[in-house]
């Protein structure tokens, strides 16, 4: 680990000192000094020689130090006005590296970034008579041409106010970065860490090929949390217990990524750890955080953020003056707080005085220019100088926001009005950015008198406004936040406070859960919308849930009965399922005198059944939360409840191989759907009867509404969307569409219907709707194809996806897919790998279709009893060669015969052909093969596709005529 020195940054030195000796131009880097108007290069002062050619080139990368200069940019500088090869410029940067010594000891000037040019990456800087004290100035980059915001991955905050006297800073982290994989900006609370995270990250967001996300930790209540913000930031679903991986890959999806974490220093530990990973795994990346203390993790590079250079006591002069950036920051605040302020000769020794006594702390210095319009600069003095020496600067031990800011706080603090104080007190509840709505809420106060405070704690500098949103947002800073947080619990209103929260965030969530159900979702953004309140919420439930009064318990359950698409739309699903399971056991608690809403339980009950499934799939968990929610919505003729508890039920019964159930449930939720005005809901109970109807095995009647819903307009379908709980219409369409056509005998349709499922859903990058097209449609339509290379394809890509996300219910197709594939190839041998009876039976009667070995009581017994539905004929087949097999002639017929029947009310002709193909096989011992032959080659005459898979291969060569020998 590389730090920098306390006196990295050279101190201030007379304003004029040597300013006569400066050469115009004059660049240095390291111990070299190029003066481009003498065309003269020295190295600690002694003159070195260099090709004219070398010479301009190093002049042009010093001039656009960390910019990518191209190769013809390189040759308009060095070959002006010819027409050279780029050959030479390779010859001409191997000769100036050679001469610079580039490479030796780990040291690096110019590097090569292929198929783009060239980039100078060491620090370049420039003596100059017009810059702040020291002389020395970092000499900017080119400006790079913005890209679209829409480019980047993570939009970032707001810079409020310009930053001032931090050009330097932000020049020397932006290279920093570009040559180490992490940054560390460490410095006291309120020097601006922020704020020079924020511009770097802003110049390296305009690079081409640079995206940026920006992560803020200050909310976070434990270390545990880091990864899932930034999983919550990136937008992807992650597991609560290990999100790395998802995080990773979704970071490796980008070709040159900054993330950057702020206020690490309360989570330090899980900072360094999350970083350590990310950085190990996901090498694309650059890492900037923002921290009072260190990581101490390989790779870092800890940059002071050091106290805005002061003047000296006896400055009289103002050009002398604003040439220190801490004058110059509280002339440009002041600006902007006090109409008509100047800073005259006259107000440089107050001004001076006030930045020094406030140690050159950025946000002090802004907090005491705000007040210029109330007290003056002599009243500022007067104040400032009785609180500071009646706190000093604290202990020596304490945090550096207690050494330097609680006087500047206490001070501002006491300018307020009662009101005020009272309102800076109450905004400390929120976690973050809040709304005027929601500032009136904690309040109680009428809208003129919020307006009055809001009004003064903005111009007072004690609340930011973050004007890119729409409506308007406001935001404590976080030492302001901790400060009034602390002034909130001495007085009496912390309860009445945190009640009013409380009560604002349950009417803001219940805006949002009357929606369509989960079988009828809409567009993610409206459902999302609160997602930034996820803080407050926790904290809300936290305190409502702990609080000993019956009434406020019932409080915290409403809000989290409420918060289940917000958990959802945040991937934070198996915390939700244990903040459930928790306010249903106080529910159901024998002492307990809660006295619940019902339609708060309903939807408590909801949410849990949905967070199982994706999170542990259990089904008959499932099954319990989503009877006994929809027990509640039967009695409240709920119709939007109704419909997303049979939703779930059915979502049950295909897990479980209750296909008879899957489609009586269906057919259930159409009636419901027939009372209701939502188009989509139509399409939902469709993609319901589709599914319901196939695995039942009616694949006619199936075909039929699955079509209803592919021959939608683009429009529609996009309406019908993917909620919080299902997937994208048209792609679960495309899966079951692929497997109806199988069975009815059109290999190849099936095949481009799986391929299509998987684009489309690849193309949305939704990977609930991936998983499902590949472990429901494409994989086993490949298998049955005989297609096993795709199908390992396919299969990689779910597990990849399913595993990043945390989707374990999937993941569990994944990984048996890809056990049965390696059965396949021969790779292993059977085993005790295969799912068990009471996980999903779908699935292990999938396998059955695709290696008949694996059959086993359970599945073999569903059969007899009539139960397998679509894969019934397949399993009659299998049951009668094995009976054949035993010497039992009569019901080896029997049952293949029977399958035969089956398959064919069923519209299967692909398990018609297989059945078909067993009698020819066993026709040595059934006898009658002529018979056999000629049933054969009538089924296969009845395809007109697929030839070149496996199935209608292996009956061609049956139908062959027999060797006569």
């Avoid at 600690?44 to 960390?66: K, Y």
Wanted: one cysteine or more; proline letters at 6%.
């Amino acid at each position: 680990m590389s730090t920098l020195p306390a006196n990295a940054l050279p101190s201030p030195p007379a304003p004029d000192a040597g300013l006569g000796s400066l050469d115009p131009g004059l660049l240095r880097f390291g111990e070299f000094e190029i003066c481009p108007a003498r065309r003269t290069l020295t190295r600690d002062g002694e003159p070195m020689r260099l090709g004219s050619r070398s010479f301009d080139l190093l002049v042009a990368l010093c001039q656009r130090p960390g910019e990518i200069l191209s190769n013809q940019d390189l040759m308009a500088a060095a070959w002006p006005n010819r027409v050279v090869d780029e050959g030479g410029v390779r010859v001409q940067i191997a000769a100036l590296r050679k001469a610079l010594g580039d490479g030796q000891d780990g040291r690096r000037f110019i590097t090569n970034v292929p198929l783009r040019g060239y980039c100078f990456v060491a620090a370049v800087t420039a003596p100059d008579a017009d810059t702040a004290p020291g002389g020395l100035r970092s000499v900017p980059a080119h400006p790079p041409v913005p890209r679209p915001v829409a480019s980047r991955i993570g939009a970032l905050p707001s810079a409020l106010t310009p930053l001032v006297g931090r050009e330097r800073d932000v020049d020397l982290v932006t290279l920093r970065l570009l040559e180490r994989p992490c940054v560390t900006l460490v410095g006291p609370g309120g020097i601006g860490k922020t704020s020079v995270a924020r511009a770097v990250a802003q110049r390296l967001s305009q690079r081409e090929g640079f995206d940026v996300l920006f992560v803020e930790l200050a909310s976070l209540a434990t270390a545990a949390r880091t990864p899932m913000a930034i999983a919550s930031t990136l937008g992807i679903m992650a597991s609560d217990t290990d999100p790395l991986p998802a995080i990773a890959a979704a970071l490796r999806s980008q070709p040159l990524m900054l993330l950057v974490l702020d206020n690490c220093e309360h989570v330090i530990d899980g900072a360094a750890s999350t970083i350590d990973y990310l950085l190990a795994h996901a090498p694309n990346v650059r890492v900037l955080c923002t921290s009072r203390e260190s990581l101490r993790i390989e790779g870092e590079w800890v940059q002071g953020l050091e106290p805005l250079a002061l003047p000296p006591a006896n400055l009289a002069h103002v050009d002398e003056a604003l040439r220190y950036p801490a004058v110059s920051l509280f002339v440009e605040r002041a600006n902007a707080t006090a109409r008509g302020f100047q800073l005259g000769d006259g107000e440089v020794s107050l001004v001076s005085s006030i930045c020094r006594s406030l140690d050159g702390i950025p946000l002090a210095i802004e907090l005491a220019a705000a007040a210029v319009d109330i007290v003056g600069l002599d009243g500022l003095v007067d104040r400032l100088g009785i609180r500071l020496a009646l706190l000093g600067r604290g202990r020596r031990t304490a945090a550096p926001r207690q050494q330097t800011m609680r006087a500047t706080l206490d001070w501002s603090y006491h300018l307020l009005s009662a009101d005020e104080q009272s309102m800076l007190a109450a905004f400390s509840i929120f976690k973050g950015q809040f709304s005027y709505a929601a500032a009136c809420a904690v309040t109680g106060r009428s809208k003129e008198a919020v307006d009055v405070g809001l009004s003064g704690l903005v111009s007072k500098s004690l609340l930011s406004t973050d004007r890119s949103s729409n409506p308007l947002r406001y935001q404590l800073l976080e030492i302001t936040r901790e400060y009034a947080a602390e002034r909130l619990a001495a007085g009496d209103d912390a309860p009445l406070v945190a009640l009013r929260h409380a009560h604002f965030l349950r009417d803001l969530l219940r805006t949002r859960v009357d929606a369509p159900p989960q079988g009828q979702p809409q567009p993610t953004p409206r459902v999302c919308e609160p997602a930034r309140w996820i803080d407050d919420v926790r904290q809300a439930i936290q305190w409502a849930l702990s609080d000993p009064q019956t009434q406020t318990q019932a409080l915290g359950i409403s809000i989290a009965a409420r918060a289940a698409p917000l958990y959802f739309s945040l991937s934070m699903l198996a915390e939700f399922r244990e903040l459930a399971e928790r306010a249903l056991e106080m529910i159901d608690a024998v002492d307990s005198r809660i006295d619940s809403d019902a339609e708060d339980e309903m939807h408590l009950c909801e949410g849990l059944g949905h967070a199982l499934w994706h999170t542990r799939a259990d089904t008959g968990a499932m099954a319990t939360a989503f009877r006994r929610a929809l027990v509640i919505a039967e009695q409240r003729q709920a119709t939007t409840s109704r419909m997303r508890c049979l939703w779930g039920l059915w979502l049950v019964c295909n897990a479980t191989g209750d296909y008879a159930g899957s489609r009586a449930l269906a057919e259930r939720f159409g009636e419901i759907e027939a009372t209701a005005t939502d188009a989509s809901a139509r399409l939902s109970h469709a993609r319901m009867m589709a599914l319901g109807l196939h695995l039942d095995g009616d694949q006619d009647r199936a075909a039929t509404f699955a079509r209803l819903i592919l021959d939608q307009p683009p429009a529609i379908n996009l309406a019908a969307g993917m909620g919080l709980f299902q997937f994208d219409q048209r792609v679960a369409a495309l899966a079951v569409t692929a497997r109806i056509q199988w069975m009815q005998g059109r290999p190849d349709a099936a095949l481009a219907s799986a391929a299509e499922a998987v684009r489309e859903a690849v193309s949305l990058d939704h990977a609930l709707s991936l998983c499902y097209a590949i472990a429901i449609g494409a994989a086993p339509v490949a298998m049955w194809c005989g297609d096993l290379a795709l199908a390992r394809v396919w299969t990689d890509l779910l597990r990849q996806r399913s595993q990043a996300n945390s989707l374990h219910f999937w993941r569990a197709f994944g990984d048996t897919y890809q056990q049965l594939l390696d059965l396949e190839d021969g790779r292993s041998v059977p085993g005790d790998v295969f799912p068990k009876p009471d996980t999903d039976t779908m699935l292990r009667e999938t396998l059955c279709t695709v290696r008949p070995s694996l059959a086993d009581d359970f599945v073999l017994g569903r059969a007899r009893r009539g139960e397998s539905g679509w894969c019934h004929p397949e399993l009659l087949r299998v049951a009668g060669e094995r009976h054949l097999a035993a010497g039992d002639v009569q019901a080896g017929a029997a049952a293949i015969k029977k399958g035969i029947d089956v398959s064919r009310r069923q519209g299967a002709i692909s398990w018609e052909l297989r059945c078909a193909m067993s009698l020819v096989r066993w026709s040595p011992l059934l006898g009658d093969e002529a018979a056999h032959r000629s049933e054969l080659r009538a089924v296969f005459t009845r395809f007109h596709e697929g030839f070149a898979t496996r199935d209608l291969c292996q009956a061609a060569q049956l139908l062959q005529p027999s060797d006569p020998r």
